[in-house]
Every structure is written in structure tokens, then in C-alpha cells.
């Protein structure tokens, strides 16, 4: 085996975490004095994110892969255990609305963040296990086999994905919804599965994406705010109005790592949903532009990586962990641009919280222990 690491994936992770911290470091000073009157009190615990996920990311990137195949069931069911225990109010956590969060001895954790990755290892572990004579036949287009491939792969994985679908309905976090479905969506097509299968899969996802927003009115205003974001600009329509106006007040070169002035109240959630405002506001668009092109150059190394790989479980594992870091950076940004409806997630490396942090950095050791393996 190749015992060394992709090197270039490392450099643009590591340099994606440290701008993260250092960018996060100045813009919640005053969000830090205002709530708990010290600066650095919200840096400080990001950095205790940063740390214990360091240290899982490691545990990745050492773990034989088999052995992460054999126990992803196990991973999972504990996961699914945690997500439902949100629920229940001696437990989970809630804020604004919403009951996404657990509170184990004053730690507050987000078992979502989590399950994002661990969907990732047991669907990759069921795909590879059990299917992997079809896949090696790319899937053989007989009648006998779209019946095969019908009953034994498209209902299970169907399966799953209402499972996944009843879970986040009641947490109403659709946003995490959409990430999930969207990455197992590509691991499912890296399987080599038939592509109407895929297209059945989308066709269902459009159409259940507007009944959710149909039959629920917080979700329908959303939408029509992205829409329409001036019908009610100092309501629902604040944070993309104010999102919008940081951005074009960086102008080309920004105004400065520090000096923003929408952080001060004016643009809400900006440590978090809205971090990418901030962004063009003090680097500008050229520094959009140098943060758009890392996560391509992610993207395309995180699909080197699995393009390399020897077997299909650690190959459909790196599609899903890059698919997923990606494909959320974008919709966040999208969501801070007017380019898609307000979803609420964080931009990975960059916004506040950690358990976010600690799930993506576990899945960057998951790629480099990947790319060793090569």
C-alpha cells in the first residue's frame, strides 16, 4: 500500500480551518463582550471544537477501514438513538423553535452534524457488502436484473431514506434533510446504479421538497421571502436584505479583516448561517472568490481520493464525505447571495458551533485515511 497521505487535500484542509478560526476570532469579539462581557469567550470554545475534533480526525485517519465498515450499523443506531432523544424536553435543547440540540453534563452537542457522517459509512458499508458482484457488472441491464436491482437495492435504499425523512420532519430541520438525502443521492449514483433510478429518486425529492413547503407556513414564508425578499424587509426579510448589502459594500478587495460593520446587530445569525456575508464584507469579492476556489479544489481532490481508492466502500465513503462538505459550503453561500432560500446551516471551517467542526474534520481524516490507503 501506499503509506503516504494527499498532501495537497491536507494543506487546503488545514488552510481552510485556520482561516476559519482566525476570520471567527475577530468577528465574535463583539458578540462575545455584548452577551458575556469578554471577547473571547465564543473563540474559545470554537477552539475547543477545533481541538476535539483534531483529535477525532486523527482516530479517522488511523482506524482500519474495515473495521469502520463493520461497526457503521452499530455507529449509526447510537446516532438514531440521539437523534430522537432531542425530542424528548429533559433532553434536548431547544432554540428558536427548533429541538435540534442534546445537553450532555453542559456540553451541547447537534447529533444531526453527526449523523450526517454516519449515514455516509452505513449506507457506503451496505452498498459495497451487498451489492458489490452488480456493481463490478455495472449493473447488467437484463430483465431479470432491473428486477434484481428494483427489488434488492432501489425499495431498501427508499427505505432508508423515509426513515431518514420522518426523523428530521419532526426535529424540522429540512435544511440537514436536503444535505443528507442530496449526498446519499451521490453515493447511490457512484454505485453505477441505473440512472432512471436516480431520476425516480429526484422527481420524488422535488415534489416532497414543495409539499413541505406547502403545509408548512414558516417554511412557505421563507420561500416567498426569497422570492420577494423587499415585501417585508425589516421582518423576514432582514438578514437576506442585510446579507446582501454586506456584501456589496465589501466592493472588490473588501473592507478589511475586522472592520466589518454589519456585525455589530445588524445582519443576524452572522457567526453562523450568514458567516459568508461577513466574508465578502471585510475580503471583498476577490476574497469570495479565493474561498469558492478551495472548495472546488476540495471538491475535485476529495473525488481524486476516491477515484484512487482500492475498494468501493472507502470510494462511495469519499463521494459522500466530499459531496457533503461541499454541497453544504454552497448552499450556504448560495443562501447569503439570493441564489437559494435562507436554509439555516453552517458554512463548513468557517461558522460557530462545534459540533459541525468535529464532524468535518472527522471526515477529512476519513479521506486522508482513504488517500494513504491507495
Known amino acids: 500500500m501506499n503509506r503516504h497521505i494527499n498532501f495537497y487535500f491536507l494543506g487546503v484542509s488545514v ?7 482566525l476570520f471567527l476570532s475577530t468577528l465574535s469579539a463583539i458578540a462575545s ?7 473571547h469567550y465564543y473563540i474559545f470554545h470554537q477552539l475547543i471544537g477545533a481541538s476535539i475534533g483534531l483529535i477525532f480526525g486523527f482516530i479517522a485517519f488511523k482506524v482500519p477501514l474495515v473495521f469502520l465498515k463493520k461497526v457503521s450499523p452499530l455507529i449509526l443506531f447510537l446516532n438514531l438513538l440521539f437523534l430522537v432523544a432531542v425530542i424528548f424536553p429533559f433532553i434536548g435543547t431547544r432554540y428558536l423553535g427548533a429541538s435540534r440540540w442534546i445537553n450532555i453534563f453542559g456540553v451541547t452537542l447537534q447529533p444531526s452534524e453527526f449523523f450526517k457522517l454516519t449515514i455516509i459509512l452505513y449506507v457506503s458499508a451496505w452498498i459495497s457488502g451487498n451489492f458489490s458482484d452488480q456493481t ?6 437484463s430483465a431479470k436484473k432491473e428486477y434484481d436491482n428494483f427489488v434488492w437495492v432501489f425499495l431498501p435504499f427508499s427505505f432508508f431514506l423515509f426513515v431518514i425523512i420522518g426523523v ?5 430541520d429540512i ?17 453505477k446504479t441505473p440512472l432512471w433510478h436516480l431520476l425516480l429518486f429526484i422527481a420524488g425529492g422535488i415534489g416532497g421538497f414543495f409539499m413541505l413547503i406547502r403545509f408548512e407556513p414558516y417554511r412557505m414564508a421563507r420561500f416567498l421571502t426569497f422570492l420577494n425578499p423587499d415585501n417585508d424587509p425589516l421582518g423576514k426579510g432582514l438578514q437576506l436584505k442585510q446579507s446582501i448589502i454586506a ?9 478589511g479583516l475586522g472592520l466589518s460593520t454589519q456585525k455589530f446587530g445588524f445582519l443576524p445569525e452572522s457567526m453562523s448561517d450568514s458567516i459568508f456575508a461577513i466574508i465578502g464584507e471585510e475580503t471583498g469579492i476577490l476574497g469570495c472568490a479565493v474561498l469558492i476556489l478551495l472548495l472546488l479544489w476540495f471538491l475535485y481532490l476529495g473525488f481524486k481520493i476516491a477515484d484512487n481508492s482500492n475498494d468501493k466502500f472507502s470510494q462511495l465513503v469519499a463521494v459522500g464525505v466530499t459531496t457533503w462538505i461541499v454541497f453544504q459550503a454552497f448552499i450556504n453561500i448560495a443562501s447569503s447571495l439570493g441564489l437559494f432560500p435562507l436554509a439555516g446551516i453552517p458554512l463548513p471551517f468557517f461558522s460557530y458551533g462545534s459540533s459541525h467542526l468535529i464532524a468535518e474534520m472527522i471526515g477529512v481524516g476519513l479521506l486522508l485515511n482513504i488517500s494513504k490507503n491507495t
Open 15 to 21: 488552510f481552510l480551518l485556520v482561516f476559519g478560526l
Open 33 to 39: 463582550l455584548k452577551a458575556f462581557n469578554n471577547t
Open 136 to 141: 463490478k457488472k455495472n449493473w447488467a441491464l
Open 168 to 172: 428530521f420532519y419532526f426535529q424540522k
Open 175 to 191: 435544511s440537514t434533510l436536503g444535505i443528507i438525502i442530496v449526498t446519499l443521492l451521490s453515493i447511490y449514483f457512484a454505485s
Open 247 to 255: 456584501i456589496g459594500s465589501g466592493g472588490f478587495f473588501g473592507k
